[in-house]
């Protein structure tokens, strides 16, 4: 961590601490894999910890996060070990059916509408927030979240097969 952080009160411990769980489970969303979710979420912070970047703030660090976290688990489903793995499936017990429904239904849409709904839903950022996260505009967040949304309907209607 770089000493302007440490000078601002914002201490490795603390960032750890504060956003885990959400980078534990944006990997999880990724990787369907809580074995795979747990070693993204520490090469994560193992680039926070090694990383010579100046933050702005909390929020800066958050988005980082956000965007690391995306990056890595791209890289691993990139790599030429896991394109010669077969995935153990992992069920993820839920309170209620309804919920793993709405979550398998989730994962099942293409990443450019899963995230996006995801960050929304699940993690309750903003479209600004994810906008910035994403390094796309605000208006395509937007359009993101009302085509997943559709797409997201028709699955769980049971018409959304080769959606």
């Known amino acids: 961590m770089n000493e302007e952080m ?11 601490h504060k956003y885990i769980d959400t980078v534990y489970r944006i990997a999880l969303a990724q990787s369907h894999s809580k074995a795979d979710a ?20 909390e929020e800066h660090i958050k988005a980082w996060l956000i965007r690391v976290t995306l990056n890595s688990s791209h890289k691993l489903f990139s790599s030429s070990w896991f394109k010669k793995t077969v995935p153990l ?7 209620t059916e309804e919920h793993s429904e709405v979550y398998y239904a989730l994962y099942s849409l293409p990443e450019k509408y899963r995230i996006p709904l995801y960050l929304y839903y699940y993690e309750d950022y903003s479209v600004k927030e994810i ?33």
């Open 131 to 163: 906008a910035e996260c994403l390094n796309i505009s605000a208006g395509t967040v937007k359009s993101q979240l009302s085509r997943g949304r559709e797409r997201l309907k028709l699955k769980l209607k049971g018409g959304g097969a080769d959606v």
């Open 38 to 57: 747990e070693d993204i979420t520490q090469e994560v912070f193992l680039k926070l910890l090694t990383s010579d970047k100046d933050f702005e703030s």
């Open 89 to 95: 499936t992992e069920d993820i017990p839920f309170e």
């Open 6 to 16: 440490l000078r601002a009160g914002i201490s490795y411990d603390k960032i750890v």
